[in-house]
């Protein structure tokens, strides 16, 4: 049974998305600030994190990157900001989906599903493949990516997409291809949530983020994956 920690101010938010996700079968935790859902996380095992942005303790944003810090726990973020910056922001400091308020308990439920059957995926490698002579290894048994020997925080759905594309080096996928196999067919967001991911993954993986040697942008298209395995 998964576990999914509901973070909201708001009680009456909490209640209504604790009861759809235990009609769901999920059992659930609840956290009223930020500090508390740091507790949480530290102390009991968490399979999803459903976020709110507007805690009276602490900014959502804030929370989000220090749970980035430690954990590669799955994030969805709820809030009321509607903007295309924020949408964006969140993505950047490590949220995998983003659902605004007012929202549908039932869609929310949907991409909590959506998000864990993508992070269950444990079988796109061998157990563990590396590139440029042990620059970068992912172990998919363990499911981790190591960055000269350095373990790299990848959120799940940084660490899906660079698994899709490093098990066919040198295949052109386009982003909508990337969205399918990376958000799932349930995603109607902005295709340019892909574009974002890959910013992150670069920023974690290459040695010049600038030009990069794994992720390859293929202009018009989509992405590629460059690494040589060895």
Do not use: W
Request: with cysteine; proline share 5%.
């Amino acid at each position: 049974m998964k576990t999914i920690l509901v973070v909201d101010d708001e009680e009456k938010i909490r209640d209504v998305m604790v009861s759809y996700l235990n009609k769901e079968g999920f059992k659930t935790l609840e956290a009223a600030t930020g500090k508390e859902a740091l507790y949480t996380l530290q102390n009991l095992p968490v399979d999803l994190v459903i976020l709110d942005l507007m805690l009276p303790d602490m900014e959502g944003e804030l929370v989000c990157q220090t749970i980035r810090q430690n954990h590669s726990v799955p994030i969805l973020m709820l809030t009321a900001k509607v903007s295309e910056n924020n949408r964006i922001k969140g993505l950047s400091i490590g949220a995998d989906d983003y659902v605004t308020k007012p929202f549908d308990p039932r869609e929310v439920v949907a991409r909590v599903r959506a998000i864990l059957r993508r992070t269950d995926d444990r079988h796109l490698l061998a157990d563990r493949i590396a590139f440029n002579n042990g620059h970068l290894v992912i172990d998919s048994l363990k499911r981790i990516v190591l960055r000269n020997g350095e373990p790299v925080n990848l959120t799940p759905n940084e660490y899906s997409l660079l698994l899709a594309l490093a098990k066919y080096p040198q295949r052109h996928f386009s982003r909508e291809e990337l969205a399918d196999k990376v958000l799932g067919y349930e995603f109607e967001g902005d295709i340019r949530t892909i574009d974002q991911h890959v910013k992150n993954i670069r920023h974690k993986i290459e040695p010049d983020p600038k030009n990069p040697r794994y992720i390859v942008t293929v202009y018009g298209y989509g992405y590629r994956f460059s690494g040589g395995a060895r």
